[in-house]
T-cell receptor, first 122, second 113 residues
Framework: GAGVSQSPRYKVAKRGQDVALRCDPI?????LFWYQQALGQGPEFLTY????????KSGLPSDRFFAERPEGSVSTLKIQRTQQEDSAVYLC????????????????????FGEGSRLTVL | KNQVEQSPQSLIILEGKNCTLQ??????????LRWYKQDTGRGPVSLTI?????NTKSNGRYTATLDADTKQSSLHITASQLSDSASYIC????????????FGKGTKLSVKP
């Protein structure tokens, strides 16, 4: 596709339910990031993949959060036993390069974001 | 602790006017700084990316400046349009983990007719 696609765009879950959020990155993009954005706040890092390898999951708030990218393309963020504090927009971003720290001259390292999945836990 | 602070938190200006948004950071060592525009209910869209060696970068009516010595950046918007109403987020990348993209809370800009 032309951009990063996320589904569902909106999800309402009852407390205790499990949810799965999907991210389709731009084809060929190596790096994939998940972020959590609370209302009125900036995105907060959750986890990062380089191809199928999850290289950093230090931002996952608890062991109820799990992310995978088994074939190095589509990624799924799963939240088990959802709680009200999990209500947020979950953003996915992808980058063509393997190292986004090299952004700028000669290497864009640009991050392309999806529209996000808004999760509301009742 | 690596931090990115943006000011003002919110701003209202009249269409056609200029404005400047500020970003101060303590991320060290520093790799690059980005400005994103986020429309309500949408994902962030990149405006500029600057490394420590770049002082200014323009993208149409948007001009970003960077002073790596004082760890300050600004985003100047010229001749604002109604479509500029959005949140503007400053993001700083350190040289640590790839996940170490530190996001500011953003400045919410409202352009009124």
């Amino acid at each position: 596709g032309a951009g990063v696609s996320q589904s569902p765009r909106y999800k309402v879950a009852k407390r205790g339910q499990d949810v799965a959020l999907r991210c389709d990155p731009i084809s060929g993009h190596v790096s994939l990031f998940w972020y959590q954005q609370a209302l009125g706040q900036g995105p907060e890092f959750l986890t990062y993949f380089q191809n199928e390898a999850q290289l950093d999951k230090s931002g996952l708030p608890s062991d109820r959060f799990f992310a995978e990218r088994p074939e190095g393309s589509v990624s799924t963020l799963k939240i088990q036993r959802t709680q009200q504090e999990d209500s947020a927009v979950y953003l996915c971003a992808s980058s063509l390069v393997s190292d986004v720290r090299l952004a700028g001259e000669g290497s864009t390292g640009e991050l392309f974001f999806g529209e996000g999945s808004r999760l509301t836990v009742l | 602790k690596n931090q990115v602070e943006q000011s003002p938190q919110s701003l209202i200006i009249l269409e056609g006017k200029n404005c400047t948004l500020q970003c101060n950071y303590t991320v060290s060592p520093f790799s690059n700084l980005r400005w994103y525009k986020q429309d309500t209910g949408r994902g962030p869209v990149s405006l500029t990316i600057m490394t420590f060696s770049e002082n200014t970068k323009s993208n149409g009516r948007y001009t970003a400046t960077l002073d790596a010595d004082t760890k300050q950046s600004s985003l100047h918007i010229t001749a604002s349009q109604l479509s500029d109403s959005a949140s503007y987020i400053c993001v700083v990348s350190g040289r640590g983990s790839q996940g170490n993209l530190i996001f500011g809370k953003g400045t919410k800009l409202s352009v009124k007719p």
